[in-house]
């Protein structure tokens, strides 16, 4: 169930959208295209409100996790008639299908029947079924989740150079946090239906709004000390486990002196300082 939920994602722009299994990332997204019902709220495609229209009149193109294509056309068919359907003529439809299928590595495949085909080159058919189109929104959920490494890499720039040129909002859902970071002009983080923080991915990273993104965003995942801020004459630190870390700096804003407080630390910030070395900032 969610509960306030506020995911706008910008003409051209990724908002990816990150959570633990069961925070409603996926019934987001099934909330804008409809096959979801909202109980509260609207839902808004293009500035459009869509919250009463079936999912068929709003214009949205949906890649699933697992994708069905029609069972009786060819791959180079399916995607054709992905683009036909809504209403673009047959042969800017077939342009659209081998300039897409180049993009996407897909060539080999417009041949092939569905059945032939593996999860993986199945979930490529999806993606450039939705590709062919412009819609009013581009709505992803793990769409490279049945795809090598080396295709998540290739697959995910076409997929956001393609939104970028589309100049439409994306949604992106997935359970990678690298890729999350890597596709997303800006980062959601839910948890049990709500929305913890929005930003830019490297915000998120640096500056997390509690401890659940903290620990949540990113791997190797954050160290936490309970420590105590310590403040005097001569300056301001943490005092964990007996020994005072010195801050180097002014106290936080906000904090008083032996409040206390977690420090968080990412492994790429921790190194061994040699004698005379100056401490990091």
Do not use: C
């Given at each position: ?25 996926t ?136 939104v ?9 859902v ?11 002009d ?57 020994r ?38």
């Open positions: 169930m969610l509960r306030g939920v506020t995911l706008l994602a910008e003409p051209g722009e990724v908002l990816a959208v990150v959570g633990p299994s069961g925070s409603g990332k019934t987001a997204l099934r909330a804008v295209a409809g096959l979801q019902a909202v109980r509260a709220g609207r839902v808004l495609v293009a500035g459009r409100d869509v919250t009463s229209v079936p999912t068929p009149s709003r214009n949205v193109a949906m890649v699933f996790r697992s994708t069905t294509l029609v069972p009786f056309l060819d791959v180079a068919a399916n995607l054709a008639r992905s683009a036909g359907a809504h209403g673009v003529p047959k042969p800017e439809a077939e342009r659209r299908v081998v300039a897409r299928s180049r993009l996407l590595g897909l060539v080999r495949l417009l041949p092939r029947m569905p059945r032939t085909l593996s999860a993986g080159e199945a979930g490529m058919a999806g993606i450039g079924r939705t590709l062919v189109r412009t819609p009013a929104a581009f709505l992803f959920d793990e769409p490279l989740a049945h795809l090598d490494a080396a295709e998540r890499l290739r697959t995910r720039r076409t997929v956001v150079d393609a970028h040129r589309a100049g439409v909002g994306a949604l992106y997935t359970h990678d946090q690298a890729e999350a970071m890597a596709v997303g800006r980062l959601a983080v839910l948890r049990d239906g709500e929305v913890v923080q929005v930003d830019r991915p490297r915000r998120v990273y640096e500056r997390p709004a509690d401890v659940f993104v903290a620990e949540f965003v990113g791997g190797p995942g954050i160290g936490l000390l309970p420590a105590r801020l310590v403040t005097g004459a001569g300056g301001a630190g943490f005092r964990v486990s007996g005072t870390l010195p801050l180097w700096g002014p106290a936080p804003a906000g904090l008083a002196g032996t409040e206390r407080v977690l420090i968080g630390l990412r492994p790429e910030e921790v190194g061994e300082a040699g004698p005379g070395a100056t401490p990091a900032r």
